[in-house]
């Protein structure tokens, strides 16, 4: 009997992604896996139920779906969508597997809720950052579509062109932007800042990505700090003290007062975002400069940033975006579907479902399992979660 999937559809507000595309279902069915999708699913994405069916999906009601299906993928589980997530809990069942982002890193209490449920949970976020599991990498799928998106944000609010003109009415001198934070979204801003034509620079804390940031045609901004540890687990950015923060800040400002475009995407896992941008900072940018902050769900780089609002402070405009990937839902759900595509395929080799806790990506993705969390970060930032009933679930 071939393995099942079930992809319900995503009830976080504002979300229009689907877990698994119907192309991804097809390459599933090929290796012997099924799926079973909510009716409407992957309407918002630029999927309709019709194109699932073509592709040999079955299409049923959301409690067939977590009925019928061994696996449960899904954009957003219960640690990434606390309120309307919780409604899942009454769907699935002991040893059903559920996959999707979770937030594993601050959302303790879910864990610990899936894990009195009986749940094998994989985070989306926890994949290691190895060569093997790449193709797995969601975070640095969906980040570059945040990247990509948030120059555009940037674009359009921005009261001038990115490009150089040369035309009858004068030289256009073209818009400079500046790109703070260059893991996977920065370097997607700073490439699509440069194709629309602007003057790019750029910085990070690690100074290894000075190569990457320069090889994208920008300018790496060096800063006068001891940046030396500031690359965490993974190459992650890693949190600081504030002394090197006061620093940061007082020799970013002279670069921000000659930029157009500020785009903010530094971030730490399971942290708050460290504030790059003081008000002060702001304050001292041109009147009409633009200022969009990836990190805004995080809290934010920028002191003034307001999740989800974009307004003008003393001139100048802030965008805090959330969800950016949900914004552009068609390929970020072709892109996170070929990386749940590739994390099933780890689990389920030919078909059949074998959960290898030995494998380096299966043990550093899983988050509960046989009634306790068995990540061991989660362990410790949990010290001891309680499950519905008092159970203790860490371990």
């Known amino acids: 009997m071939a393995l099942t999937v079930g992809i319900p559809r995503e009830t976080f507000p504002g979300e229009r992604r689907v877990a698994l595309t119907p192309r991804a279902c097809e390459t599933l069915k090929k290796s012997g896996i099924a799926t079973l999708v909510e009716s409407s699913a992957g309407v918002e994405a630029g999927f309709p139920d ?11 009601a959301r409690r067939d779906v977590f009925s019928g299906a061994e696996v449960i ?34 959302a303790v209490r879910e864990a610990g809720d899936l ?15 190895i060569t093997r599991a790449q ?22 609010h921005l009261p001038k062109i990115f490009p150089m003109l040369m035309t009858a009415a004068g030289t256009i001198t073209p818009a400079r932007v500046f790109v703070l934070g260059a893991g996977v979204a920065g370097l997607q801003a700073i490439a699509t800042a440069r194709r629309l034509g602007a003057v790019v620079c750029g910085y990070d804390v690690r100074a290894a990505v ?13 800063l006068d700090v001891d940046a030396q540890a500031a690359e965490g687990q993974g190459g992650y950015a890693k949190a600081m003290d504030e002394e090197f923060y006061r620093k940061q800040r007082e020799q970013l400002t002279a670069v921000l007062r000659e930029q157009d475009v500020v785009i903010t995407t530094a971030a730490v896992p399971g942290r708050k975002a460290p504030v790059l941008i003081t008000t002060a900072m702001a304050e001292a940018m041109q009147p009409g400069s633009v200022v969009v902050d990836i990190a805004a ?32 839902p068609n390929h970020a759900s072709q892109m996170y579907a070929a990386n749940v595509t590739a994390l099933l395929k780890l689990l ?31 362990s410790e930032l949990a010290a001891a979660p309680v499950a519905p009933g008092g159970k203790a679930v860490n371990g």
Do not use: W
């Not at 019709?50 to 049923?60: H, I, P, S």
């Not at 809290?299 to 949900?326: D, M, Q, Y």
């Open 135 to 156: 193709s797995m990498d969601a975070l640095s799928s969906q980040a570059t579509i945040a990247g990509y998106r948030a120059v555009l944000l940037a674009a359009i």
């Open 73 to 106: 993928a899904q954009v957003r589980t219960l640690g990434a969508n606390p309120e309307a997530g919780r409604a899942d809990l009454s769907l699935v069942r002991r040893s059903q597997i559920l996959i999707g982002f979770g937030e594993p890193l601050t």
């Open 348 to 378: 389920a080799p030919k078909g059949e479902l074998k959960v290898d806790l030995e494998d380096e990506v299966v043990r550093e993705t899983m988050v509960t399992h046989d009634g306790k969390i068995t990540n061991a970060r989660i």
């Open 50 to 60: 019709e194109a699932y069916a073509a592709r040999g999906t079955t299409v049923a």
């Open 115 to 129: 894990a009195g449920a009986g749940v094998t949970s994989f985070a989306m976020e926890l994949v290691p950052r």
């Open 210 to 222: 000075r190569e990457q940031v320069e090889s994208l045609g920008a300018k790496f901004v060096v």
């Open 297 to 328: 769900e995080r809290g934010g780089n920028c002191e003034l940033t307001r999740p989800g609002e974009t307004f003008g402070h003393n001139g100048v405009t802030i965008l805090g975006p959330v969800n950016i990937a949900s914004a552009i």
